[in-house]
C-alpha cells in the first residue's frame, strides 16, 4: 500500500530565510505527488503537484518541489519565506484509479520567526 | 472554498447519538469525498464518491456511513457517535484527476 512520510513534525524559519520540507512516499507505481497548505482553521488549498514530465515542478506562492524516484522523495522549497506562509505543510501520494484518492502524510507545522 | 459548503461547522453530541454532517458543493463535480483529520494522522479517507449513489470506502470507514442522491449532496453519518469519532471533517470534490478542492471542515466533538 502507498504511504507518505513527512519526517519533521515542525519547523521553524526565520523570516527571509530559505526552506526545505521533506517528504518521502512509497508507492509501487508512478506516483501522483501533491503538496497543499493548511492555514489555521481552514481547509487545504494545493501548492503543487506532480504527474510526469520535468521532475522540477513550480507551484503557487513562489514554491516549487523535485521529484526524485530514486530517493523515493518530493521535498518542498522555498527561497525566501514570509511570515504568511506560516502554515500547515502536507504531502500526499496520489492513487491513479481513474480520479484522486489520496494517501496523505502527517503534515509538517512550519514556524516563521522575526 | 471552490463551492463547498460544509454543515454544521460546529457540532457537540453525545456517545451513542446518531450525527449526519453535510457537504454541499455548487461546482457539478463528479467526485466527493470525506476525509478526516487528527494529529499525528495527517487526512485520511473515509469514504468517497464517483457519481450519484456510486460511493466506497476509504482506509477508516468503520462507524461511518454515506449517502449521495444528488450531485450536489454528500452525506456522512455516524450511525452511533463514540469518542473515538471526535475529529476535524473535511469534504473534498474534485472534477477530474487533476486536484482536489478542501471545504473549511466541520469540528465534530462526541463527549
Known amino acids: 500500500a502507498q504511504s507518505v512520510t513527512q519526517p519533521d513534525i515542525h519547523i521553524t524559519v526565520s523570516e527571509g530565510a530559505s526552506l526545505e520540507l521533506r517528504c518521502n512516499y512509497s508507492?509501487?507505481?508512478?506516483?501522483?505527488l501533491f503538496w497543499y497548505v493548511q492555514s489555521p482553521g481552514q481547509g487545504l488549498q494545493l501548492l503543487l503537484k506532480y504527474f510526469s514530465g520535468d521532475t522540477l515542478v513550480q507551484g503557487i506562492k513562489g514554491f516549487e518541489a523535485e521529484f526524485k524516484r530514486s530517493q523515493s522523495s518530493f521535498n518542498l522549497r522555498k527561497p525566501s519565506v514570509h511570515w504568511s506562509d506560516a502554515a500547515e505543510y502536507f504531502c500526499a501520494v496520489g492513487v491513479n484509479t481513474g480520479f484522486q484518492k489520496l494517501v496523505f502524510g502527517t503534515g509538517t507545522r512550519l514556524l516563521v520567526s522575526p | 472554498d471552490a463551492g463547498i459548503t460544509q454543515s454544521p461547522r460546529h457540532k457537540v453530541t453525545e456517545t451513542g447519538t446518531p450525527v449526519t454532517l453535510r457537504c454541499h458543493q455548487t461546482?457539478?463535480?463528479?467526485?466527493m469525498y470525506w476525509y478526516r483529520q487528527d494529529p499525528g494522522h495527517g487526512l485520511r479517507l473515509i469514504h468517497y464518491s464517483y457519481g450519484v449513489k456510486d460511493t466506497d470506502k476509504g482506509e477508516v470507514s468503520d462507524g461511518y456511513s454515506v449517502s449521495r442522491s444528488k450531485t450536489e449532496d454528500f452525506l456522512l453519518t455516524l450511525e452511533s457517535a463514540t469518542s473515538s469519532q471526535t475529529s476535524v471533517y473535511f469534504c473534498?470534490?474534485?472534477?477530474?484527476?487533476?486536484?482536489?478542492?478542501f471545504g473549511s471542515g466541520t469540528q465534530l466533538s462526541v463527549l
Open positions: 508507492y509501487g507505481a508512478t506516483p501522483y
Open positions: 461546482e457539478n463535480h463528479r467526485y
Open positions: 473534498a470534490i474534485s472534477p477530474t484527476n487533476e486536484k482536489l478542492f
